[in-house]
């Protein structure tokens, strides 16, 4: 497993952007699928985005698709979420998650590795 930590959550106004940060402890990424997920209150937590490490294939719930982007640049130690045109139903608990298998899942059960959550909150 590999420790993760996410940061840069905040309060923000409908149509801002905000990007995320996933950061592996003293490990690289590169080997790693790299995905997003997000919980709302009083909700399940549901798949935003994943990015494959072979390849950088990527994948995004249809809520997000257009709107925000997976990436994990070189050197390969952190993943992003840049999102863009937040709504309020964007509002939630975003976790960034590790699988060592390079299959791209869309699964919760798939990802081994998890940070502790970062809140984006989106007002109208």
């Known amino acids: 497993q590999v420790q993760l930590v996410e940061s840069g959550g905040g309060l923000v106004q409908a149509g801002d952007s905000l990007r995320l940060s996933c950061a592996a402890s003293?490990?690289?990424?590169?080997?790693?699928?790299m995905g997003w997920f997000r919980q709302a209150p009083g909700k399940d937590r549901e798949f935003v985005a994943v990015i494959r490490w072979s390849g950088g294939s990527t994948s995004y719930a249809d809520s997000v698709k257009g709107r925000f982007t997976i990436s994990r640049p070189y050197p390969y130690t952190t993943a992003y979420l840049r999102m863009n045109s937040l709504k309020p139903e964007d509002t939630a608990v975003y976790y960034c998650a590790a699988d060592r298998a390079d299959r791209g899942s869309y699964y919760e059960s798939d990802f081994a590795s998890w940070g502790q959550g970062t809140q984006v909150t989106v007002s109208s």
């Open positions: 003293g490990r690289t990424l590169k080997y790693y699928t």
